[in-house]
Nanobody, 123 residues
Framework: QVQLVEFGGGLVQAGGSLSLSCAAS????????MAWFRQAPGKEREFVAA????????NYADSVKGRFAISRGSARNTVYLQMNSLIPDDTAVYYC????????????????WGQGTQVTVSS
């Protein structure tokens, strides 16, 4: 089992920045992927970004490329999401997720999930 806890989130004005972090515990491994998804009210959960822990390879949704950055912490079990140039459409509950092996972009490919943290971008 892997437990995930998100930190950060909150209210920010459009054009501002916000940073999220996710701490993993339990049966973490060098061959696993951590990702961020988000879900806005009335919408499906969507992929935001992912990082392969062993290679450092990353993948981003087109909607956040150039604005968001996912990174590993110095501790093996922490991942960050730096969000810049935020727009109101970024408003959602952001979830941290983890899976073993390679990067995937579909929610049902991820077995482990955090509880989510709210990000609200005001116009």
């Amino acid at each position: 089992q892997v437990q995930l806890v998100e930190f950060g989130g909150g209210l920010v004005q459009a054009g501002g920045s916000l940073s999220l972090s996710c701490a993993a515990s339990g049966r973490t491994s060098s061959t696993y992927v951590m990702a961020w998804f988000r879900q806005a009210p009335g919408k499906e959960r969507e992929f935001v970004a992912a990082i392969d822990w062993s290679s450092g390879n990353t993948n981003y949704a087109d909607s956040v490329k150039g604005r968001f950055a996912i990174s590993r912490g110095s501790a093996r079990n922490t991942v960050y999401l730096q969000m810049n140039s935020l727009i109101p459409d970024d408003t959602a509950v952001y979830y941290c997720a983890a899976r073993y092996l390679d990067i995937a972009t579909r929610p049902y490919d991820y077995r482990y999930w955090g509880q989510g943290t709210q990000v609200t971008v005001s116009s």
